[in-house]
């Protein structure tokens, strides 16, 4: 079989094997990457291939509805480049306090009540943004930092490639976390990176400065698992594979 045959077979299986579609949600109404946008700068093809894993794709405006739809396997947060409302962040919560799994990429600057939301899942999010010297000794732009070190973790396993996160922040697990928190930082930036906050963007100055910023590598995607108490006289440690059914532990990104 050549690649692109190998690919059609994998993804009949895999539709086969998967009787029930689970369903990822996509929020949107704060200017988040348009999973119908086949640009560069759209998220059409993260959609594509996600339903090639034979996963069902819609779009959510929370500001129409009380709650994250009790369907949702997923719920992606992609690069909004305005904070949720009150309601919105509390609909979020909600949804991962019940056993849902949220994944989100953060803009620099752009949504600090988001950031502080994520505080609760074990995670901070500085105001500062990436700067990488190895991107640039490749000739790219010294604002997308060069991913070579992943974590052992199933999402990262197998990962031997380099990978490049444009514009990004920091994304550090808090410690000493929670004690139902367990959380990883799964990907981090070179060495000769640091951070820079958005005042050095602005005037364009790029030279690290130890009261600001922070030298690599530099941590720029993470995950955590909680374990959520069904009652309290019961808690589970075993993850649930009936999406309908309120599971204990789940991954935030």
Do not use: C
């Amino acid at each position: 079989l050549n690649p692109i045959e190998e690919e059609s077979v994998t993804n009949a299986l895999m539709k086969l094997w998967r009787k029930d579609a689970k369903k990822i949600y996509f929020l949107k109404g704060h200017g988040e990457l348009d999973p119908s946008d086949s640009s560069p700068q759209g998220f059409a093809v993260a959609k594509e291939l996600i339903e090639k894993q034979n996963y069902k794709t819609e779009e959510l405006v929370l500001l129409q509805t009380a709650e994250v739809p009790h369907d949702a396997t997923i719920l992606m947060v992609a690069g909004p480049k305005t904070d949720p409302m009150e309601n919105e962040i509390k609909a979020i919560q909600d949804y991962v306090h019940r056993g849902g799994s949220l994944f989100v990429l953060i803009n620099p600057f752009q949504t600090p009540t988001l950031s502080e939301m994520l505080v609760n899942f074990g995670f901070q999010t500085a105001s500062d943004i990436v700067v990488d010297r190895m991107s640039q000794a490749l000739g790219g732009d010294y604002l997308i930092p060069v991913i070579t070190t992943y974590a052992q973790f199933p999402i990262t396993k197998g990962f031997t490639v380099a990978s490049f996160f444009p514009q990004t922040g920091s994304v550090r697990v808090i410690s000493p976390a929670q004690p139902n928190i367990q959380a990883t930082e799964l990907a981090k930036t070179s060495p000769v990176s640091w951070t820079i906050d958005e005042q050095q963007l602005k005037s364009g100055v790029a030279d690290f400065d130890e009261k600001t910023g922070q030298k690599g590598p530099i941590p720029v995607m993470s995950v955590s698992t909680i374990t959520i108490k069904k009652n309290q006289s019961q808690e589970k440690t075993v993850e649930s594979k009936n999406p309908s059914e309120a599971s204990d532990r789940k991954s935030v990104v």
